[in-house]
C-alpha cells in the first residue's frame, strides 16, 4: 500500500472535498455545518408544532414528519435536483440543491428529537414556569427547552452524526465533497483501497470526536 496517492492529492481531498475551500463549490463541511444548523432550527418548529393544541397547525407538521421519515434521503435530494429547478424555471446549484434537501429531510427527524425532549420535561416545571408569571412562550424559552436540551443530546449527537454520514450522497448530483473528491482522484490514479481507507478515516475521526464531545457534554453538571 502506497500513501503517495494521497500526499500527492492531499490539497485536493481535504482543502476542497472536506473544508470546501477552493474555486468551485463543495466541501463536506461547508455542506454539513448548514444542513445541521438549519435542520435543528426548523425542526425546533416542527416538534413545537407537533405539540400544539391546535389540530391545523399539529396535523401538517405530523404529516410532515412522516411523510419525511417514510422516503429515502435520496429520494429527497433527487426530488431537489429534478423537479425544482422545473418549478422555478431556473437552474440550481449542486450545493443549493443539496443544502435545501438535507435541511428539509433532517428537519423531521430532529423535530421528532424535540418534540420527546419537551416532553420528557416534567410537568412541575411548567407549573412553576406559570406560578411565576411566566407566558406560554417565555415559560417554553426559558424553562422548558433548555432543560429538554439537556435530555435531547444523545439523540441529536447521533443524528447529526448520520447527516454528517448522509452528505456523501450528495455526490450522487455531482457535488464535490470528500466522497466525490476520492472518487474523482480515483478515476486517475486506480487506487480504491488507499482512497477510500483514508476518507474512512476521516469520516471515522470526524464522528468519534462528536460523540465523545456529547458524552463530555452529558457529564457536566446541571447548573443550580
Known amino acids: 500500500m502506497s500513501l503517495e496517492v494521497i500526499t500527492s492529492n492531499f490539497q485536493f481531498l481535504i482543502v476542497q472535498g472536506f473544508f470546501g475551500l477552493g474555486s468551485f463549490a463543495g466541501g463536506t463541511l461547508r455542506l454539513a455545518v448548514p444542513a445541521i444548523v438549519l435542520g435543528f432550527l426548523l425542526g425546533i418548529f416542527v416538534g413545537l408544532a407537533r405539540l400544539a393544541a391546535v389540530p391545523w397547525i399539529r396535523i401538517p407538521a405530523t404529516i410532515y414528519v412522516e411523510f419525511f421519515r417514510g422516503v429515502p434521503l435520496v429520494m429527497v435530494i433527487f426530488w431537489m435536483w429534478f423537479i425544482i429547478p422545473q418549478l422555478l424555471q431556473i437552474p440550481l446549484p449542486e450545493y443549493g440543491v443539496a443544502l435545501t434537501a438535507f435541511v428539509i429531510f433532517e428537519a423531521a427527524y430532529f423535530g421528532e428529537i424535540v418534540r420527546a425532549g419537551v416532553q420528557s420535561v416534567s410537568g412541575g416545571q411548567v407549573e412553576a414556569a406559570r406560578a411565576l408569571g411566566l407566558t406560554g412562550v417565555q415559560s417554553m424559552a426559558y424553562v422548558i427547552l433548555p432543560q429538554a436540551l439537556r435530555n435531547m443530546i444523545p439523540a441529536l449527537v447521533t443524528q447529526m452524526i448520520v447527516l454528517f454520514k448522509d452528505t456523501s450522497l450528495a455526490s450522487i448530483i455531482g457535488y464535490v465533497d470528500l466522497t466525490k473528491a ?32 456529547a458524552r463530555r457534554m452529558e457529564r457536566r453538571p446541571s447548573p443550580v
Not at 190 to 205: N, Q, S, T
Open 182 to 213: 476520492a472518487q474523482i482522484v480515483n478515476n486517475r490514479e486506480i487506487k480504491p483501497f488507499e482512497l477510500y481507507l483514508f476518507i474512512a478515516v476521516v469520516y471515522w475521526v470526524c464522528t468519534y470526536s462528536m460523540s465523545r464531545l
